[in-house]
């Protein structure tokens, strides 16, 4: 194996992680806003949120990523909805809005469903005694019922946090310039298909190891209570 | 300070409730016994809603709790209630446990909402245990805790869901003690207890429910020493013995 494209090439993959790396986080941030909301539509009484959320969440997780990224990719515009064309290290800001759109709503469906197996396991004398004190539903909610129902999940939430990052990978087919695209055009441009890959998987396991890391550390603060 | 209204419930075919009458004046101990599935804790549990009624009325203050629109959680807040299970927050000290209401709700600053908290640990004893999670407490611990929670919003009327019934029982005692000197300085309290003795000291008025309705109420005295109703002599047979 011959890695010395490396010493000519080695920004496109940190840029490329960089990409990465901010597609993760914001994808973190919406998919967890947006899915603690359809976990809290989902256990609501009123039906018609329920079944809103409850369609959302199977259509999400009954259809592919790419098909998913296509449709907003295309969809965005489609619909009217346009994003000023600035360059984003390196990317068109337009393509990396719908990327992040595309990969917060696909991880959304999959966070409502962890955040709901969560709230469920709280014991139900929590939102009572919240609510005896006079607490409104959403206080009670906001309090006492989600920190100890993230607490609970945890560790599912931190795998979803490391599938996202392995899937971010995706979006490089509309030519977001992210790690797995970079990794492409090193590979065509030394004509070397095989080791750069070495070199990405590298990157993408050393940022999904840290991440998981971090949330053990996470969940042991969190246990100084039990 | 409280009543209740010809109120009924149901659990889909299950009528718990047959039409309870009820009224609690200001200061009163009223200590509601009965075996279990009588209805008792459902009746508790409808006077702060923590369950809908079906139909009846139950007035606090005047103020209609079963017809309320939004108004329920700042009924609520005159309204303590103690539960079987303590259900203190696990994620907040016993400190945090205590002000939370007050800092939220009442807008109360920190250290304001704080300095009640502490006064009220050290009426039920636990001065020490401010800074504690509530799983390094005891059952009794826990519950004198939750006892100062409910406080802590200084309501006019206290809700007790069988306080004790969770208890390890040389832990019992601790928790009615507290309880006995709540009722000394004049809280208005309804009681539902399976603590015989316990609920001869400390009631104003024994109420007992069998099967959805109020059987028999009276003093305490007349109560235990003299019951006229067959159920309510059979029950005290089998719990006194």
Same mark, same amino acid.
């Given at each position: 194996m011959d890695f010395s494209f490396l010493k000519n090439y080695y920004m496109f993959f940190l840029e490329g992680a960089k990409i990465t790396l901010l597609l993760a986080i914001l994808t973190i941030f919406f998919g967890v806003i947006f899915g603690i909301l359809l976990a809290l539509m989902r256990i609501s009484h009123n039906p018609i949120l329920k079944t809103i959320s409850a369609a959302y969440i199977e259509f999400i997780r009954g259809t592919p990523i790419m098909v998913q990224l296509f449709i907003v990719y295309y969809g965005l515009s489609f619909i009217g909805i346009t994003f000023p064309d600035i360059n984003v290290l390196g990317s068109s800001f337009p393509d990396l809005m719908a990327g992040v759109t595309a990969l917060s709503i696909n991880s959304a469906a999959y966070v409502a469903e962890i955040v709901r197996a969560g709230i469920q396991a709280v014991d139900k004398g929590q939102m009572e005694a919240s609510r005896s004190l006079g607490l409104t539903y959403f206080m009670s909610m906001k309090s006492i019922i989600l920190p100890q129902a993230i607490k609970n999940v945890l560790p599912a939430l931190g795998n979803e946090f490391i599938a996202i990052i392995k899937e971010s990978s995706i979006v490089s087919i509309i030519g977001i310039h992210e790690l797995m695209y970079n990794t492409d055009m090193v590979r065509g441009n030394t004509f /070397?298909?095989?080791?750069p890959l070495i070199v990405t998987a590298g990157i993408y396991f050393i940022i999904t190891f840290s991440l998981s890391t971090i949330v053990r550390t996470l969940e042991r603060r969190l246990k100084t209570s039990d | 300070m409280i009543k209740v209204i010809d109120l009924h419930k149901n659990f889909k075919n299950l009528h718990v409730l047959k039409g309870i009458n009820l009224n609690v004046s200001k200061g009163e101990v009223v200590v509601i016994i009965g075996p279990s599935g009588s209805g008792k804790s459902t009746l508790l549990r409808c006077l702060n809603k923590l369950e809908e009624s079906n139909s009846g009325e139950i007035l606090f203050k005047d103020i209609s709790v079963t017809n309320c629109k939004n108004g329920i959680n700042k009924i609520r807040q005159d309204m303590g209630m103690v539960f079987q299970n303590f259900n203190?927050?696990?994620?907040?000290t016993v400190l945090e446990n205590i002000t939370l209401a007050p800092i939220k709700?009442? /807008?109360?600053d920190k250290k304001q909402a704080e300095d009640i908290g502490f006064k009220l640990l050290g009426r039920v004893g636990?001065?020490? /245990? +401010?800074?504690?999670?509530?799983?390094?407490?005891?059952g009794g611990q826990k519950q004198r805790v939750a006892i100062a929670r409910a406080l802590a919003m200084s309501p006019d009327l206290m809700l007790f869901?069988?306080?004790?019934? +969770?208890?390890d029982p040389e832990m019992v005692g601790e928790v009615l003690e507290v309880m006995k000197q709540l009722a000394a300085e004049g809280m208005t309290m309804i009681i539902v207890t399976h603590e015989m003795t316990f609920a001869r000291q400390v009631a104003d008025r024994v109420i007992f429910m069998d099967d959805g309705v109020i059987l028999e109420e009276g003093s305490p005295e007349e109560f235990f020493t003299n019951p006229k109703n067959q159920r309510a002599q059979d029950f005290l047979k089998r719990v006194v013995n």
């Open positions: /070397k298909p095989f080791e | 203190l927050f696990p994620h907040m709700i009442k /807008k109360m636990l001065s020490d /245990k +401010a800074n504690s999670y509530p799983n390094q407490l005891s869901d069988e306080p004790t019934s +969770a208890l």
